[in-house]
C-alpha cells in the first residue's frame, strides 16, 4: 500500500509537471510567432538604397583621391566594399548580385593605389572601377544608369583636401 500511495503520487507530479511543460511550450511558440511576424515587417533596404550609397561613396572617392587625401580615399573605398557586402547579405533574392564579384578587380586595384599614395594608380583604378559599374549595369539590364567620373562634388559642405 505504501508503494501504491507513492506510485499513484509520482504518477500526479508527472502528469502536472508535463501539463506546464505543454503551457511553457505553448507560450514559446506563440512569441517565436510574434517575433517572425515582426521580423517579416522589418526594415530591408533595396538594392537602389545600397546602388544610391555607392554612387555618394564613389563620388567622393575620386576628389580625395585627386586631392591627396589618402585616409579619405581609404575610408570611401572600405564604404564601397562594405555595401557591396550588404548586397550580398540583403538582396540575395535579387539576381543582379552574383554579378557584384566583377567589382572586386578594381576595388582591389584602387585599394593598392590608396595604401601606395600613387595618383597615377590612382586614376586607373577609378577608371577601372567606373567603367565595371557601367558593365555590371549593362549586364543586369540597367544600361540607362550610366556612371561618370564627377566634375563637381557631391557635397558643398566637405573639405576634400588632406589635411
Not at 583604378?125 to 549595369?137: K, P
Amino acid at each position: 500500500m505504501k508503494y501504491s500511495l507513492f506510485i499513484l503520487l509520482f504518477i500526479l507530479m508527472v502528469s502536472f509537471s508535463c501539463q506546464q511543460g505543454n503551457s511553457t511550450s505553448r507560450s514559446m511558440q506563440s512569441k517565436i510567432d510574434s517575433l517572425e511576424g515582426e521580423l517579416a515587417h522589418a526594415y530591408k533596404p533595396g538594392l537602389g538604397e545600397f546602388m544610391s550609397g555607392i554612387q555618394v561613396h564613389h563620388a567622393k572617392l575620386w576628389f580625395a583621391g585627386k586631392n591627396n587625401n589618402w585616409s579619405l580615399a581609404d575610408f570611401e573605398i572600405k564604404e564601397i566594399k562594405e555595401a557591396l557586402d550588404d548586397i550580398h547579405q540583403y538582396c540575395t533574392d535579387r539576381p543582379e548580385t552574383k554579378f557584384i564579384e566583377m567589382m572586386d578587380a578594381p576595388i582591389d586595384t584602387l585599394t593598392n593605389a590608396i595604401s601606395h599614395q600613387n595618383i597615377t594608380q590612382f586614376n586607373n583604378g577609378y577608371t577601372l572601377l567606373t567603367s565595371s559599374c557601367n558593365t555590371c549595369h549593362k549586364e543586369t539590364n540597367h544600361a540607362f544608369n550610366v556612371i561618370t567620373i564627377p566634375s563637381t562634388p557631391p557635397f558643398d559642405n566637405q573639405d576634400f583636401k588632406a589635411r
